[in-house]
């Protein structure tokens, strides 16, 4: 059933019997073994996950590819609660430097219509070896860059961030990162998470812009294992 997340709730082929099913058949994964209840699609929080993220060589990361701890964000570059949190979670990094391995994934959520636009504009800037410096510029720009239409604003920050622009130009004008983007989107809906930030520390789940002691405590829970 490719299940991900407890608690879970299984149901027999009995279930598709009664008149109800037909209202809420979309609550529901059909398998062989019988009906998965997606509680995600309710809003309904997962208490525990049963698997992790992937890490490709595609991911925005930093840190070491062997520390002990590695944290996952999957995050909206328009979402203000996202600006909050990277501020918060950029300081933490610092205090922990060597010791934790971040990997950024994108969660670009439907109400904003800028957010694929700067996704895939980072994910331009990550291929020039630049994908801190434009993803911190894109949070500090945010009201910016929210307002504006296409994809102009992101050619003048490459250009102002020193990365090569034209390079940068035809790498966004084709959207060569896309399929990197459809991926992080469909692990995110994997994971059924209702809203972004949405983070992983190691296999612990935070959900939401957490606090700087928040973060620190798990770090350092899982550091200490």
């Known amino acids: 059933m490719k299940i991900v997340g407890l608690p879970t709730f299984m149901f027999s082929g009995d279930v598709a019997s009664p008149g109800f099913y037909s209202q ?3 609550l529901f994964i059909e398998g ?13 929080p997962v208490g525990k996950y049963l698997d992790t993220p992937q890490i490709t060589e595609r991911d925005a990361t930093s840190g070491p ?4 701890v590695t944290i996952v964000e999957f995050s909206d570059f328009q979402c203000a609660y996202c600006k909050e949190f990277q501020s918060d979670l950029n300081q933490v990094l610092k205090e922990y430097a060597g010791k934790v391995l971040f990997v ?3 969660f670009p959520l439907p109400s904003h219509a800028q957010a694929e636009n700067a996704s895939l ?9 630049n994908f801190s410096v434009y993803a911190n510029y894109l949070f500090a720009k945010q009201d910016e860059w929210g307002k504006m239409k296409g994809t102009q604003k992101f050619k003048d920050y490459a250009w102002y961030l020193g990365l090569n622009g034209r390079r940068f130009s035809q790498c966004l004008d084709t ?6 983007l459809d991926a992080d989107k469909s692990e995110a809906q994997k994971f ?5 930030p949405s983070t992983f520390i190691n296999d612990v789940f935070l959900s939401g812009a957490v606090t700087k002691e928040v973060l620190r405590q798990v770090i350092d829970e899982e550091l200490a294992k």
């Open 24 to 26: 809420a058949s979309s």
């Open 192 to 196: 059924s998470f209702v809203g972004a």
């Open 104 to 106: 950024y994934k994108h």
């Open 175 to 180: 959207k060569k990162y896309e399929d990197t």
């Open 121 to 129: 504009a980072s994910l331009c800037a990550n291929e020039q070896g």
């Open 32 to 44: 062989e073994a019988g009906y998965f209840f997606d509680m995600g699609k309710i809003g309904l």
């Open 65 to 68: 590819k062997d520390a002990k």
